[in-house]
Protein backbone atom coordinates (compact mmCIF):
# COMPACT_ATOMS: atom_id res chain seq x y z
CA UNK A 1 0.00 0.00 0.00
CA UNK A 2 1.31 3.68 -1.03
CA UNK A 3 2.32 6.10 1.73
CA UNK A 4 -0.64 8.77 1.85
CA UNK A 5 1.08 12.14 1.08
CA UNK A 6 0.19 14.74 3.95
CA UNK A 7 1.26 18.69 3.14
CA UNK A 8 1.05 21.11 6.33
CA UNK A 9 0.62 24.95 5.92
CA UNK A 10 1.19 26.69 8.69
CA UNK A 11 1.92 30.58 8.69
CA UNK A 12 5.53 31.26 10.06
CA UNK A 13 7.33 28.93 12.77
CA UNK A 14 7.32 31.42 15.18
CA UNK A 15 7.25 30.46 19.12
CA UNK A 16 3.33 29.53 19.99
CA UNK A 17 1.50 27.34 20.84
CA UNK A 18 0.02 26.80 17.37
CA UNK A 19 3.48 26.02 16.01
CA UNK A 20 4.64 23.77 18.96
CA UNK A 21 1.84 21.86 18.27
CA UNK A 22 1.81 21.32 14.66
CA UNK A 23 5.85 20.38 15.28
CA UNK A 24 5.02 17.74 17.96
CA UNK A 25 2.55 16.16 16.02
CA UNK A 26 4.76 16.04 13.09
CA UNK A 27 7.31 14.56 14.67
CA UNK A 28 5.03 11.57 16.31
CA UNK A 29 3.70 10.35 12.36
CA UNK A 30 4.12 7.11 11.54
CA UNK A 31 6.61 7.60 8.73
CA UNK A 32 5.75 3.96 7.43
CA UNK A 33 1.87 5.27 6.24
CA UNK A 34 2.79 8.99 5.72
CA UNK A 35 5.12 11.17 3.70
CA UNK A 36 5.18 14.34 5.78
CA UNK A 37 5.72 17.82 3.65
CA UNK A 38 5.52 21.55 5.38
CA UNK A 39 5.11 24.76 3.79
CA UNK A 40 5.32 27.84 5.88
CA UNK A 41 7.63 31.31 6.13
CA UNK A 42 10.88 31.94 4.84
CA UNK A 43 11.83 32.74 8.85
CA UNK A 44 10.40 31.59 12.40
CA UNK A 45 11.91 31.27 15.91
CA UNK A 46 10.97 27.75 15.57
CA UNK A 47 12.80 27.09 11.88
CA UNK A 48 15.96 25.01 13.12
CA UNK A 49 13.53 22.94 15.24
CA UNK A 50 11.40 22.21 11.97
CA UNK A 51 14.54 21.56 10.14
CA UNK A 52 15.88 18.60 12.47
CA UNK A 53 12.75 16.32 11.77
CA UNK A 54 13.59 13.30 9.85
CA UNK A 55 11.67 12.42 6.79
CA UNK A 56 10.60 15.57 6.68
CA UNK A 57 9.97 18.15 3.10
CA UNK A 58 10.29 21.68 4.13
CA UNK A 59 9.35 24.03 2.01
CA UNK A 60 10.24 28.09 3.05
CA UNK A 61 8.00 30.79 0.82
CA UNK A 62 9.24 33.54 -0.77
CA UNK A 63 5.70 35.21 -0.64
CA UNK A 64 3.64 33.98 2.88
CA UNK A 65 3.57 36.49 5.47
CA UNK A 66 1.64 37.59 8.26
CA UNK A 67 0.36 41.10 7.21
CA UNK A 68 -1.65 41.02 4.77
CA UNK A 69 -0.32 42.23 0.92
CA UNK A 70 -2.73 41.57 -1.83
CA UNK A 71 0.30 41.03 -4.23
CA UNK A 72 2.51 38.77 -2.00
CA UNK A 73 -0.96 36.80 -0.91
CA UNK A 74 -2.23 35.78 -4.61
CA UNK A 75 1.50 34.69 -4.94
CA UNK A 76 2.05 32.31 -1.82
CA UNK A 77 -1.29 31.38 -2.85
CA UNK A 78 0.02 29.97 -6.04
CA UNK A 79 3.37 29.10 -4.50
CA UNK A 80 1.13 26.72 -2.08
CA UNK A 81 -1.08 25.08 -5.15
CA UNK A 82 2.00 24.51 -6.82
CA UNK A 83 3.92 22.84 -3.66
CA UNK A 84 0.15 20.81 -3.42
CA UNK A 85 0.44 19.33 -6.58
CA UNK A 86 4.17 18.69 -7.00
CA UNK A 87 3.51 16.78 -3.86
CA UNK A 88 0.60 15.01 -4.97
CA UNK A 89 -1.13 15.66 -1.42
CA UNK A 90 -4.14 13.45 -0.49
CA UNK A 91 -4.40 15.50 2.67
CA UNK A 92 -3.46 19.20 3.34
CA UNK A 93 -4.31 20.36 6.99
CA UNK A 94 -3.48 23.73 7.28
CA UNK A 95 -3.17 25.74 10.64
CA UNK A 96 -2.84 30.03 11.55
CA UNK A 97 -5.18 32.32 10.02
CA UNK A 98 -3.48 33.37 7.06
CA UNK A 99 -1.94 29.92 5.51
CA UNK A 100 -5.53 28.30 6.33
CA UNK A 101 -6.86 30.84 3.83
CA UNK A 102 -4.71 30.41 1.69
CA UNK A 103 -4.06 26.87 1.77
CA UNK A 104 -7.79 25.58 2.06
CA UNK A 105 -8.18 27.56 -1.00
CA UNK A 106 -5.30 26.07 -2.99
CA UNK A 107 -6.12 22.69 -1.80
CA UNK A 108 -9.71 23.23 -3.18
CA UNK A 109 -8.48 24.13 -6.44
CA UNK A 110 -6.13 21.58 -6.53
CA UNK A 111 -8.69 19.17 -5.55
CA UNK A 112 -7.27 17.79 -2.74
CA UNK A 113 -8.90 14.28 -1.20
CA UNK A 114 -9.64 15.44 2.07
CA UNK A 115 -8.60 19.08 3.45
CA UNK A 116 -8.39 20.04 7.47
CA UNK A 117 -8.17 23.55 9.32
CA UNK A 118 -7.31 23.56 12.88
CA UNK A 119 -8.57 26.58 14.39
CA UNK A 120 -5.70 28.05 16.78
CA UNK A 121 -8.40 31.32 17.40
CA UNK A 122 -9.96 33.40 14.30
CA UNK A 123 -8.59 36.42 12.49
CA UNK A 124 -11.25 38.00 13.91
CA UNK A 125 -12.54 39.99 16.88
CA UNK A 126 -14.89 42.06 18.69
CA UNK A 127 -12.25 44.93 18.61
CA UNK A 128 -11.49 45.53 14.66
CA UNK A 129 -13.55 48.05 12.74
CA UNK A 130 -16.67 46.34 11.56
CA UNK A 131 -14.90 46.65 8.03
CA UNK A 132 -11.95 44.29 9.04
CA UNK A 133 -13.87 42.24 10.91
CA UNK A 134 -16.61 41.61 8.13
CA UNK A 135 -13.82 41.01 5.53
CA UNK A 136 -12.31 38.53 7.86
CA UNK A 137 -15.34 36.54 8.26
CA UNK A 138 -16.27 36.58 4.36
CA UNK A 139 -12.68 35.10 3.61
CA UNK A 140 -13.30 32.64 6.26
CA UNK A 141 -16.52 31.55 5.07
CA UNK A 142 -15.01 31.41 1.64
CA UNK A 143 -12.39 29.27 2.94
CA UNK A 144 -14.65 26.79 4.99
CA UNK A 145 -16.67 25.64 1.69
CA UNK A 146 -13.50 24.17 1.03
CA UNK A 147 -12.59 22.24 4.45
CA UNK A 148 -13.93 19.04 4.84
CA UNK A 149 -13.19 19.37 8.77
CA UNK A 150 -12.65 22.54 10.85
CA UNK A 151 -10.75 21.41 13.95
CA UNK A 152 -11.03 23.27 17.08
CA UNK A 153 -9.19 23.42 20.55
CA UNK A 154 -11.85 24.90 22.50
CA UNK A 155 -15.47 24.80 22.60
CA UNK A 156 -15.16 28.41 22.57
CA UNK A 157 -13.89 28.61 19.08
CA UNK A 158 -16.67 26.39 17.80
CA UNK A 159 -19.17 28.72 19.24
CA UNK A 160 -17.49 31.39 17.72
CA UNK A 161 -17.30 29.88 14.15
CA UNK A 162 -20.93 29.00 14.24
CA UNK A 163 -22.49 32.31 15.53
CA UNK A 164 -20.54 33.92 12.60
CA UNK A 165 -22.06 31.09 9.54
CA UNK A 166 -18.63 29.47 9.61
CA UNK A 167 -19.33 26.08 8.16
CA UNK A 168 -21.82 23.67 9.25
CA UNK A 169 -21.63 22.15 12.90
CA UNK A 170 -20.89 18.69 10.77
CA UNK A 171 -17.71 20.25 10.05
CA UNK A 172 -16.59 21.30 13.12
CA UNK A 173 -14.65 18.63 15.82
CA UNK A 174 -12.95 19.62 19.34
CA UNK A 175 -9.17 18.35 19.89
CA UNK A 176 -7.85 19.45 22.95
CA UNK A 177 -4.15 20.14 22.73
CA UNK A 178 -1.95 17.73 23.49
CA UNK A 179 0.98 17.92 25.88
CA UNK A 180 4.21 15.86 26.37
CA UNK A 181 4.62 14.66 29.95
CA UNK A 182 8.37 14.83 29.28
CA UNK A 183 8.90 18.71 28.55
CA UNK A 184 7.13 18.51 32.46
CA UNK A 185 9.32 15.89 34.18
CA UNK A 186 10.88 16.96 37.32
CA UNK A 187 15.33 15.85 37.19
CA UNK A 188 15.46 17.69 40.69
CA UNK A 189 13.64 15.38 43.41
CA UNK A 190 14.60 17.88 45.80
CA UNK A 191 12.08 20.27 44.65
CA UNK A 192 9.20 17.38 44.69
CA UNK A 193 9.84 17.11 48.27
CA UNK A 194 10.13 20.65 48.91
CA UNK A 195 6.61 20.83 47.53
CA UNK A 196 5.24 17.84 49.40
CA UNK A 197 4.40 16.34 46.22
Known amino acids: MRKINLVYIITKLELGGAQKQLLSLIR ?4 EKFNVFLFTAREGLM ?40 NKADIVHTHSSKAGILGRLAAG ?27 F ?30 GSDYQYHLIRYGISYSDFAIKDQKIKEELYI
Open 109 to 135: FAKVNLVLHTVHGWSFNDYQPGWKRGF
Open 137 to 166: IWLERLAAAFTHKIIVVSQHDKVKGLANRI
Open 28 to 31: QLDR
Open 47 to 86: MQDALSIPDLTLSKSRCLERAINPLKDILALIEIYLFIKK
